[in-house]
């Protein structure tokens, strides 16, 4: 006898579930319980690139079930079964599909049904064409759980073992996507164009769980920062104040308590069979011509740490599940970019072939990857047109640029001579032809790995302006991390709680359970609205916003040329140019001295101009005028 079929709507799928379904059979009453399957993706849509799209079907005993769909449209190219028994692959061709519902019938050999209803949506108008991000944006970086607590109904969900702790450096603080939504303005009058978030995806881990890097559901926002539907209202939200979001992604690794460690799909789903061998860390063994080849797998098949285990994406249904899920985001979310975690760590094929399917997918997008090395050549590498040492293949649009981050801490942080100071950010600069396209660089003064570059710089205020001019004005696109508009500090320590550190005013009131953590002052501080900043945090975020305005104002001289003189007697004078010829440029001058200094030292550059113009104050001088500036400051002018 034929049990009757199950019904089961992917598009409703975050979880395996069990259903008792009643059922009357032959006049006797009965129950059944239906195992419900979860389908990755959750849907798809019509008109894409590829061809074709491949589901991951996780089921009770699913892997060994025929598959058909009722559609005269789709075809089921191929079926996969790996090792685990609840794992099912299933490739459909969705050349001719159609926006709608298709059943796809599952049969098991009793010849018992199971049936899932899976969408193909239509996509947006130019989703193909969307904008990525570039050069005349600026990217503000958010730790989530640290910026703005904006409902405080989730701030602890029922089966999360990870519970909000504000007294806790490492713990769940309670910040949230509505904290972001409601506070859009305030990044907007700031002048950022772009947010990135650091992910924001589930991480269902017993602890530490709120930097949102131990991934534990690729398809599922962590419920303590809200849902899919706050993700896309959030987007939605941002875009019609023209701020693009981009998403943070890692493929590298997962967090420990992901379904996939508990019931893995094959025996080489996760790097060294699924135990915890540590990497070196050692990403030079992928460019040395010395190499011994167990040293490259030594790198990029090491876990991070005991409960980040890491991927192997040499398997190809894991490399397509990872490729899938990054262009489900961009098209369920409306993403203006994606920034990639720990870049260089997986698998190096499968970085060639997750890029160049984004790109292809989306030529105008912007990807940026997190290639923490300071060395020029090696960050270079990955990025798309670069001059490189093999033939390998990559179409990452842009990397984060962490040797002009060190170049400008190590310059503010010497004297000058003729081999230091300025001149290690003129010669990191000068490395520039190894790269496919510098303008296209991520540039900052920190993120969310390292301490403040207020700490960096010992607290200098002057040293601060001179390293937020320069960073908001050189080649490459800008990156600030939440909370340096405002001087935040994590002086006498490296801990990245503390570097993460709650956003003043993001949350209601002064909690008691905030006395451990936070100075009392602290508790009557909000910048979104400067109550309690100090004169100097108040003029910090003041810079900020009158810098990042100039990038609003003349988008073109961020989208051109930067031209440079080399560093002379303290003094460190750059040009930002249109890329067609323009009655007006960028003129930027950093010293370390009090100078006076002649304008016809930069004849070759001022040559056909009248005038320049001070950002800060309106000044203007003759082009063959003298200025006189003092010690330690950061000069933007206007050329006209």
Known sequence: M????????????????????????????????????????????????????????????????????????????????????????????????????????????????????????????????????????????????????????????????????????GGRHGGDIKGIVD???????????????????????????????????????DPRFGTNEDYVALSKAAN????????????????????????????????????????????????????????????????????????????????NYLIQNAIWWVEYANLSGIRVDTFSYPDKAFLSAWTTRLMKEYPNFNIVGEEWSVNPAITAYWQAGSHRHDDYVSALPSVMDFPLQQAVVKALGSDESWNSGFISIYETLATDFLYGDANNLVVFPDNHDMSRIYTELGQDLNKWNMAMTFFLTTRGIPQVFYGTEILMDNTGTSDHGVIRTDFPGGWAGGDADDEAMYKARDKTKNAFTGKGLSDQEL????????????????????????????PKEGVYTYFRLPETPSDSMLMVILNKKETILSLDNYSAMLSGFDQIKRLSDGKTWSVDDTLSLPAMSANVFIVQ
């Open 183 to 221: 506070n859009l303005d305030y990044i907007k009058e700031m002048g950022f164009t772009q947010v990135w978030t650091m992910p924001l995806l589930e991480n269902a881990m017993d602890k530490y769980s709120y930097h949102g890097y131990s991934t534990t559901d690729y398809y599922k926002i």
């Open 240 to 319: 019609e104040k023209g701020i693009g979001i981009i998403m943070d992604m890692v493929l590298n690794h997962i967090g420990s308590n992901h379904q996939w460690m508990k019931d893995t799909p094959s025996l080489d789903w996760i790097n060294n069979e699924g135990k915890f061998i540590g990497t070196t860390h050692k990403r030079e063994t992928l460019h040395d011509p010395h190499l011994i080849e167990s040293d490259q797998r030594a790198f990029s098949d090491g876990w991070f740490v005991p409960t980040m285990p890491d991927l192997n994406q040499r398997n190809p249904h894991l490399a």
């Open 539 to 566: 003029w910090a975020q003041s810079r900020i916003k009158q810098l990042l305005s100039l990038r609003k104002a003349y988008p073109e001289f961020f989208e051109g040329s930067l031209k440079h003189f080399a």
């Open 2 to 169: 034929l049990i009757p079929k199950r019904l089961f709507n992917a598009k409703k799928a975050e979880s395996t579930l069990y259903t008792a379904v009643s059922l009357t059979l032959g006049g006797l009453s009965a129950q059944v319980l239906a195992s419900d399957i979860t389908v990755s993706p959750p849907n798809w849509w019509v008109d894409m690139k590829s061809p074709s799209v491949e589901l991951m079907l996780y089921g009770n005993d699913v892997a060994d079930d025929k598959v058909s769909v009722k559609s005269e449209h789709i075809k089921v190219e191929k079926v996969t079964a790996l090792d685990s028994k609840n794992y099912l692959f299933v490739t459909l061709n969705t050349t001719n599909v159609q926006a709608g519902d298709v059943t796809i019938v599952l049969t098991d050999d009793d010849r018992s049904e199971r049936e899932v209803v899976y969408s193909f949506k239509e996509r947006e108008l130019n989703a193909s064409s969307r904008e990525g991000f570039g050069p005349s944006d600026s990217i503000y970086l958010i730790a989530p759980d640290r910026f703005v607590n904006g409902d405080t109904s989730n701030d602890n969900i029922a089966g999360y073992a990870d519970k909000v702790d504000r007294t806790n450096a």
